[in-house]
């Protein structure tokens, strides 16, 4: 019998094995006070306290909070979004999120991110890494869909097994999906796929070349081309890290994509992180002003 504490707590057949959904609707609204959170509805393990405003009223900066720190097998947590017109919210989290080996019941792990930006609104999504246990099994998808004049920052880094321990991601699924759209109509599309029928790919050459860690950022989208020297700004950064490392910076569709391969995720979030301080002013017309909660 589920708890009366804990109804998103579900009991399988193995008496020791439960899984945790969670589900989390927030909505941002623009006042005369500036952004408010005006809806945030939540089942389960997955919420945010209050924003906070270190960069005025108009801009609220939030943290997306799940206790349990990581996830098994069978649990859920999707999270709705919804920034109203004019309205401004950057969100992050206070540490990486953990996907643990799947249980013997053999259950997928499913994260889902559908994040609505309206008219004139602002949205950065700069979560902490993902890593992937090996033997999890993980679905995973983050879609965001745009009005015309909003604006996005955002990235998502995988860390697939966990390169400190020597521990490769031989066994296990990962399915991961990242996609916006503008005014109704696919911008871009993302997958990562790696399972028994395409393991191979975290070896080839054209692929994850044995590197453990894959990141992806982007901003957007520009009224106009950055222009040739803004890019070269940015390569440069790229150019920087160290050989083992590869990273690249392009434009498509109006928007500035950046990838990362290599061994380290951090590596990867300080890059993105440079690549946001550079581009936040043209875009938002506000210096990059970080989290605290990164420094901690």
């Known amino acids: 019998m589920n708890s009366p504490a804990e109804p998103w707590r579900h009991t399988l057949d193995h008496p020791a094995m439960s899984t945790w959904n969670a589900r989390l609707e927030l909505d941002f609204q623009r006042t005369a006070r500036g952004t408010v959170l005006s809806r945030n509805r939540r089942q389960g393990p997955l919420y945010v306290q209050k924003p906070f405003y270190p960069e005025g009223a108009d801009l609220a900066h939030v943290l997306l909070l799940h206790p349990p720190g990581g996830m098994v097998s069978g649990d859920t947590l999707e999270l709705e979004m919804t920034l109203a017109q004019d309205a401004g919210a950057l969100l992050t989290t206070p540490g990486a999120g953990r996907m ?4 013997p019941d053999g259950l997928v792990q499913t994260q889902r991110n559908h994040l609505r930006v309206a008219k004139g609104a602002s949205l950065e999504w700069l979560p902490l890494e993902t890593i992937v246990y090996p033997k999890a099994r993980v679905h995973g998808r983050t879609a965001f869909e745009l009005e015309a004049g909003a604006s996005l920052f955002a990235w998502e880094v995988c860390c697939l ?8 991601f031989d066994e296990g699924e990962v399915d991961q999906t990242f ?13 990562i796929l790696i399972d028994n029928n395409s393991r191979e790919l975290m070896e080839a050459t054209v692929a994850w070349q044995s590197q453990p860690v ?3 950022f982007l901003g957007g989208p520009w009224p106009e081309p950055l222009s040739e020297q803004a890019m070269d700004t940015l390569r440069a950064h790229c150019e920087a890290l160290p050989s083992s490392h590869l990273a690249t910076v392009t434009e498509i569709e109006g928007f500035v994509l950046a990838r990362y391969l290599g061994p380290c995720s951090e590596q990867a979030r300080n890059l993105f992180a440079r690549l946001w301080t550079l581009l936040r002013p043209g875009l938002l017309g506000r210096a990059a002003c970080p989290p605290r909660i990164w420094r901690t």
């Open 214 to 216: 894959v990141g992806l």
């Open 161 to 168: 097994g966990l390169p400190a321990s020597h521990a490769q």
């Open 179 to 191: 996609s916006v759209h503008c005014e109704g109509r696919l911008r871009l599309k993302e997958r």
């Open 100 to 103: 643990y080996r799947m249980r």
